[in-house]
């Protein structure tokens, strides 16, 4: 709905609150402000200067503090003072104070360390200042505060009853029945519960609370063991974080008010089954989301916006598989958070993710599973012939890469290492055209389509990886029946580089790191994969990096040249200027005397490795008998889908099935490990 404020045209985005009208987000001039609609329809702009202070008995601020209790507490709800105010809770506690406009306190509460858990308590809004958001902001900067001085602590409070819709909203769960509190007032024991990498250590904290009664306690109080044994049973029964705790996991300072708010509200919607208020917030969030993502270069995107769109990601995957049941939906938009967004073990979009694929994966029929099975695997085409000023890249050992990585030797020119995969037993199950198309056909993934990133026509979409294995399967068929031209005259299909080891943990724990890794402190890798037909190629460009590329199935064609030459080659003016504006590949180039004289490299082979010094120029060609995975890494983090700053090299892939490129295996090879081919 939209709202007209006297004082300005503001446009808004309402979300209901069960303590105001509506929530708005306004959108004034290139601002954005929080709202709230009384129910009245008036439009009240929120003041930003809104603040927590702690207070002591020294400060004025302390007697406002007593003020508000006895206001709240000993007036409004008639609780005599020495029950309010018992000294030795007093003196155990710290106490609070929310600050308006940078100057009157109107709303308190206090801390308090109990046994096992951090009590909060005495929280109050001055009768004025209620329904108009205040609450929910303190409520939010007290648990802040509690994570922050006690982060080992569980957050517990005893929450009146009628408040409980509040609670909730902000994360709370309830872990006891009602009950009757030392003033008879009614109470439930509420619990915050703990971000996903907090639970373990917490769960084992309350197996070792001593279950005897200790002297008197109120049944259901946090201090009643059965309350003790809710709590663990809810540890032990959510192994994600709650998702309306997710909001507090971003820097409000970044993110803003505004958004935090309406993130807020979408998910207590969705935590509620409310679809309607959850799409209304889902939309405008998204919106702004990609907004973020994309306006500057995509790898000066502040983190908390990628942790802020991997989070709403999570809450439209969890909508759509909770109230949909469209699971493949549901992963589709967990996927495309994990390629845009940032997710870690709190948020667990990743394991989210994967749940949901095991879940599609066992609901597959026979004739599913062999959609994509490749009956005909056709043999390679024939590398590109040798220039005749170049010379084959040398022939070494693994010993010859652990000699040159220990003694940290630079690497004067690049080495292939023969069957290095297998030498280094890289992998602990083999990897299978079948088994590739098992684990990622459902998963969404960027596929670049046409045989070169530098061609005008080339472009990438998210896409899931089926559309990449039908392709696959389209071109095998075709050649098998001697219909090349159909083939040339399709732009070929394929998986763009990017972290599928992360967004994919089964492929992670397939991965083994060789002692030789371990013995090292190179943990800085960029971790990147790709699977490609066909008839692709990555144009001739520099990576700026040390290179170690292995090829797992398959085989692949390099011409390298050093970083000698760089003046006798022709870069792209722009984002490009990396990438050389011809290939080495083309016929064409036979006409000309080639510049590079005898430092042009060339060599080809399947799961072999090649560790490159950084700055060499390369350009590489597939060819592979069967479809198959290869290794990379990098030193500097890629951030996104954007090509600002491109590494690697050409390649062009003459494959009869698949190319994939992973990496984080050999992170140790060099200080920084990259590709060697940046994938077309």
């Known amino acids: 709905m939209t709202h007209t404020h006297a004082a300005e045209r503001v446009v808004m985005v309402s979300f209901e609150d069960a303590d105001i009208a509506d929530w708005t987000v306004v959108r004034a001039g290139r601002g954005i402000r929080l709202a709230v609609v009384t129910e009245s329809g008036m439009v009240q702009l929120l003041s930003s200067e809104m603040a927590l202070r702690e207070v002591t008995p020294a400060e004025s601020l302390f007697n406002d503090y007593i003020s508000i209790r006895k206001e709240v507490f000993c007036v409004e709800q008639r609780i005599s003072e020495d029950d309010e105010f018992v000294a030795k809770e007093e003196e155990e506690s710290r106490h609070f104070v929310w600050i308006h406009g940078g100057k009157d306190a109107i709303g308190c509460f206090r801390l308090r360390d109990h046994e096992w858990c951090i009590k909060l308590e005495r929280v109050a809004i001055r009768k004025e200042w209620r329904c108009k958001g205040e609450g929910k902001w303190m409520m939010k900067a007290a648990v802040e505060e509690a994570i922050r001085r006690h982060p080992n602590r569980l957050i517990v409070a005893h929450a009146q009853s009628q408040t409980i819709p509040f609670y909730s909203k902000l994360g709370f769960v309830c872990v006891s029945d009602e009950f009757l509190d030392e003033v008879n007032i009614l109470h439930k024991t509420i619990m915050f519960p703990p971000f996903r990498n907090q639970k373990d250590g917490f769960l084992q904290s309350m197996l070792t609370v001593n279950p005897e009664q200790k002297g008197n306690f109120i049944p259901g109080s946090c201090d009643d063991p059965q309350t003790q044994q809710n709590i663990i049973e809810e540890l032990q029964r959510e192994k994600y974080t709650h998702l309306c705790a997710l909001p507090y996991l971003l820097d409000e300072s970044k993110i803003g008010r505004p958004l935090i708010a309406a993130l807020m509200n979408y998910a207590s919607a969705i935590s509620a089954g409310d679809c309607k208020s959850a799409r209304k917030n889902e939309e405008y969030l998204f919106d702004v989301g990609w907004e973020r993502l994309n306006v500057g270069h995509y790898s000066e995107v502040d983190e908390e916006w990628r942790k802020f769109y991997a989070i709403i990601s999570l809450y439209k995957a969890k909508r759509i598989a909770n109230y949909e049941q469209n699971l493949k939906e549901a992963l589709s938009a967990a996927d495309k958070g994990l390629l845009m967004g940032r997710s870690d073990k709190d948020i667990g979009l990743v394991e989210y993710a994967d749940e949901l694929a095991e879940a599609i994966r066992a609901t597959r029929t026979d004739s599913e599973r062999n959609a994509f099975k490749l009956d005909v695997i056709c043999p390679a085409s024939a590398a590109p012939s040798t220039l005749s000023n170049c010379k084959l890249i040398r022939i070494g050992t693994v010993s010859d890469l652990e000699e040159q990585i220990l003694t940290n030797t630079t690497v004067e020119e690049p080495i292939i290492v023969r069957d290095f995969l297998s030498q280094m037993h890289l992998l602990r199950r083999p990897w299978t055209f079948d088994y590739l198309i098992d684990v990622l056909r459902d998963r969404t993934v960027p596929l670049e389509i046409g045989s070169s990133y530098s061609d005008s026509d080339w472009t990438q979409l998210l896409q899931p990886c089926s ?119 083309d016929p064409l180039i036979r006409l000309f005397r080639f510049p590079f004289d005898e430092e042009g490299l060339e060599g080809s082979g399947s799961q072999n490795g090649l560790l490159a010094e950084e700055d060499w120029d390369d350009e590489l060609e597939n060819e592979l008998d069967t479809g198959g995975w290869a290794v990379e890494g990098g030193g500097e983090e890629r951030k996104g889908k954007r090509r600002g700053n491109r590494v690697g090299g050409e390649d062009t892939n003459e494959e009869e099935g698949v190319i994939v490129l992973i990496a984080e295996l050999l992170m140790l090879l060099a200080d920084d490990i990259a590709v060697v081919n940046e994938f077309v």
């Open 467 to 585: 559309v990449l294995f039908k392709e696959i399967k389209r071109t095998e068929v075709a050649i098998s029946n001697q219909h090349e031209k159909e083939v040339e005259n399709q732009k070929p299909y394929y998986l763009a580089q990017h972290r599928l080891l992360e967004q994919l943990p089964q492929l992670r724990d397939d991965v083994s790191i060789p002692a030789l890794i371990a013995q090292n402190n190179h943990n800085q890798v960029d971790v990147n994969a790709w699977i490609g037909p066909r008839a692709t190629v990555s144009p001739l460009h520099t990576d700026p990096r040390h290179n170690l590329f292995v090829q797992v199935i398959g085989s692949k064609f390099l011409r390298l040249i050093s970083p000698h030459q760089t003046d006798h080659v022709y870069p792209i003016e722009g984002m490009l200027s990396n990438t050389n504006g011809g290939t080495t590949y």
